[in-house]
């Protein structure tokens, strides 16, 4: 179907994280898709580099997800969240908790990454109150990191001008970041900076351990332009927290199920938090919908301070929390993960996808090449003073030339659906090249 923009009034919709008074001088619309591709207002096919917003690695428009939405869509499309169940919801959570590494199995379901992080957080302060030690309540994230928009993941967020605006949030403390000018172009995991995990230490002096009641990081950081962990880190990190009785939450709604190259990061990086988040790729972003998943012993700790067992355990929720329709939605997009293998596609291809993205090293303006998995960024050096502005451009370039590519900060960013064959990541590939020569 093509729409023509000139009948759209663009006045009343306030766009989400976009420059909206320069996207009404430059309109750029997506009104369809087919695979591993958008069709835009004039019919144009466009690769899709970023699977929707790392959402959609299955490909877009998947017949198995769209018709399993629609027959629950006339069979039950509402039901209660509180109080009363369905089963779809109970199957999702047995289904997710097969997927995850030993020890994880208590699924609790939200509607967004975002929501997702501030359940866990709750689920982390009240854990420790539960348990007596009501003064566990600091949060830790780290520099870079992105926890989605909510209040709890804007404290524990590390990326200022997501912060900037809002005034004070929790009580939280911030790990460094670790990137770091020496791992520059490393391919994968890079080799310095595991001891960064020691600032945890720090922390612990500083604040003491019975003050803080998680350290909640991304397996590697997205948003921020992928950057992985250096190798140790996240076991060292583990390792810290044992040792002071910290939760360690994985935020995993970009690394999760299959992105790396494994069923989550958890699995690729063989470190198991106590605490996971799961979202977009769950239902591969055809409905929203996220999930929190904890150690039985987190969940039973809850269930046994709950009081008479017809009293809630742990007040929170959302309207729609396993939603019927998004339950649909995620079991038929895990049966495709299953069927099609698709953390052993990613870990198949992910060599080819990284020769790709660091064969753009010693193109005009690139100053660092990132990769782990089907995931990867460059950072490109900046106009004096305007650090985003030459990654939008390159990003116009490449839309123009028929490639979607996330730019943010001083990155772009790379995150091909899981089912991308090589010819089309080399297309990809070739085009941000072509873009950065002609800038
Ligand atoms: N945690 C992490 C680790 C994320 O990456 C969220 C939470 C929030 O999810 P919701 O569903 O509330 O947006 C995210 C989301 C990008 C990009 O281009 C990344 C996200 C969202 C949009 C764009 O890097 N991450
Ligand atoms: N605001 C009001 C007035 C509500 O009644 C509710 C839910 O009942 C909410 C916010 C929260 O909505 P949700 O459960 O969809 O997060």
Redesign the pocket.
């Known amino acids: 179907m093509t729409v023509s923009v000139d009948d759209l009034n663009l006045d009343n919709y306030w766009m989400p994280?976009t420059g909206n008074r320069e996207f009404r001088h430059n309109p750029r619309f997506i009104t369809g898709a087919e695979g591993v591709r958008f069709i835009d207002a004039q019919g144009r096919k466009v690769l899709d580099g970023?699977s929707g917003?790392?959402c959609c690695g299955a490909g877009h428009n998947r017949p198995e997800i769209a018709e399993a939405v629609a027959e629950q869509a006339r069979s039950l499309d509402y039901a209660p969240a509180f109080q009363f169940g369905h089963p779809q919801a109970f199957l999702l959570a047995s289904r997710l908790s097969a997927m995850m590494p030993e020890g994880l199995n208590r699924v609790f379901f939200t509607n967004?990454?975002?929501?997702?992080?501030d359940t866990a957080l709750k689920i982390a302060r009240a854990y420790w109150r539960q348990r007596g030690q009501p003064g566990k309540s600091r949060l830790i994230g780290r520099a870079k990191g992105?926890?989605?928009?909510?209040f709890g993941?804007i404290s524990v967020g590390g990326i200022a001008p997501n912060r900037k605006l809002f005034g004070s949030t929790l009580e939280s403390d911030h790990l460094a970041h670790t990137l770091l000018s020496e791992n520059r172009f490393s391919r994968g995991q890079p080799e310095h900076g595991a001891e960064l995990a020691d600032e945890l230490e720090e922390l612990v002096a500083l604040h003491d351990a019975s003050n803080i009641a998680a350290v909640i990081v991304?397996p590697f950081a997205?948003?921020a332009g992928v950057i992985p962990p250096p190798k140790g880190y996240l076991q060292r990190l583990r390792a810290i927290c044992d040792r002071h009785d910290i939760l360690l939450i994985f935020?995993?709604?970009?690394?999760g199920l299959g992105r790396c190259g494994a069923p989550t990061g958890a699995h690729h990086f063989g470190v198991v938090p106590d605490i996971a988040?799961f979202?977009?790729q769950l239902t591969n972003g055809v409905i929203?919908m996220?999930a929190v998943v904890v150690r039985q012993e987190i969940y039973d700790t809850f269930m046994a301070q709950g009081g008479p067992d017809y009293m809630v355990e742990f007040p929170h929720g959302y309207t729609y929390s396993g939603h019927p329709m998004a339950c649909a939605a995620a079991l038929a997009a895990l049966k495709i993960f299953d069927d099609e293998k698709l953390d052993e596609q990613v870990a198949a291809k992910a060599g080819f996808f990284e020769d790709c993205i660091h064969g753009l090293a010693n193109h005009p303006y690139v100053q660092d090449v990132r990769n782990l998995g089907f995931a990867g960024a460059l950072t490109l050096e900046a106009y004096p003073g305007e650090p985003a502005r030459r990654p939008y451009e390159i990003a116009m370039a490449c839309w123009e030339r028929g490639l979607y590519v996330?730019y943010?900060g001083d990155t772009l960013?790379f995150g091909p659906a899981f089912v991308m064959d090589t010819a089309d990541i080399a297309e990809i590939f070739n085009i941000v090249g072509d873009a950065l020569k002609s800038a």
């Open positions: 994280f970023l917003l790392w967004s990454g975002s929501e997702t992080v992105y926890h989605g928009v909510n993941g991304e997205g948003s935020d995993e709604v970009i690394t988040n979202a977009k929203p996220g996330r943010s960013q």
